[in-house]
Structures are given as structure tokens and as C-alpha cells.
């Protein structure tokens, strides 16, 4: 289990949030937050990552899961997102230089009207003052191991 897993979480207890809307699963890294939102009822779902084997994997992953979503390799974060309603991010704020994109990439989404939400496992970039807890699962397999001990993952979205 990965961090994403609490977004996706989140996607399926709220399907309200995705439904009969586009969007993008940025760094979708497995696809499983995009696998979640077309089970949810997305009517368009994109997976979005720079890394091709990440890609094959969501290609895999969705096959498995007899759902259809589009795969993009390009770098989004220098956009807003285009015409995507729906903006969700797992695990986004790893190290400074990716927060500085990802937070910018979210904020232009934001500004033109998509809804963002975020995955986070307490990493220390994330922007706290742009992004509030909307709820927190408990997630497990963050370690080294599959069988460590759970970590708690918070879904999050901006303030205000």
C-alpha cells in the first residue's frame, strides 16, 4: 500500500468530487488515484507522469481493472491543467524543487477553477498555509517493509 491509496480512498468515499468531471491524476506514478476516479465516475481521466515505466504500469493497472483512462508523459507542472475540472496529486511534495513546481502547477489550476486535492504523508514541503486536512486515513507498507506500522496520510485541499 502507497500513499496514494488515501486519495483514492478519499475518491471512492466521495464520488461527488470526481463525478461527470475531467481530470488529471498528476504524478500518477501506479494509476491507482486515476483507477479510483474512473470507478468513481470521472467522465474523463487522465494519468499524468514523466517516468515511461510509471506509465506502463498505469497502462497495466487499468487494464487489470477494466476501466479506460488516457496516459500523458508530458511535464504538466509549467500549466494549469487545461481543461481538467479536477486536479488530484498523491505524495507531490518529496523535495524542494518538485514542491516549488507542483505548488505552482496546483495554484494556477486553482486560480482558473479546477478543485485540487492533495495526498500527503507529512512530508516536509508541503505548503500548510495554502492546503487544509480535509480527513486522514491510516495507511500501511510505507516502510521497507509491506508489514510496517501504518502511517497516517492526509487528504488535503486548499484553504478557503
Do not use: C, K
Request: aromatic share 4%.
Amino acid at each position: 500500500m502507497t500513499t496514494p491509496q488515501a486519495l483514492a480512498r478519499y475518491v471512492l468515499d466521495h464520488p461527488q468530487v470526481v463525478a461527470g468531471r475531467r481530470m488529471i491524476d498528476v504524478a500518477s506514478g501506479s494509476g491507482l488515484v486515476a483507477i479510483a476516479a474512473a470507478r468513481a465516475g470521472a467522465s474523463e481521466v487522465t494519468a499524468n507522469d514523466i517516468d515511461p515505466y510509471a506509465l506502463a504500469a498505469v497502462a497495466m493497472n487499468a487494464t487489470a481493472n477494466a476501466v479506460t483512462l488516457a496516459v500523458d508523459e508530458g511535464d504538466l507542472l509549467d500549466g494549469d491543467g487545461g481543461v481538467a475540472d479536477v486536479i488530484l496529486a498523491g505524495d507531490a511534495f518529496y523535495d524542494p524543487e518538485m514542491a516549488a513546481r507542483m505548488l505552482g502547477f496546483l495554484h494556477r489550476a486553482a486560480d482558473r477553477g479546477a478543485r485540487v486535492l492533495v495526498g500527503d504523508p507529512g512530508r516536509g514541503h508541503l505548503p500548510h498555509r495554502w492546503l487544509q486536512v480535509l480527513t486522514s486515513y491510516q495507511v500501511g507498507g510505507l516502510g521497507a517493509a509491506e508489514d510496517a506500522e501504518l502511517t497516517e496520510v492526509s487528504v488535503l485541499g486548499p484553504v478557503g
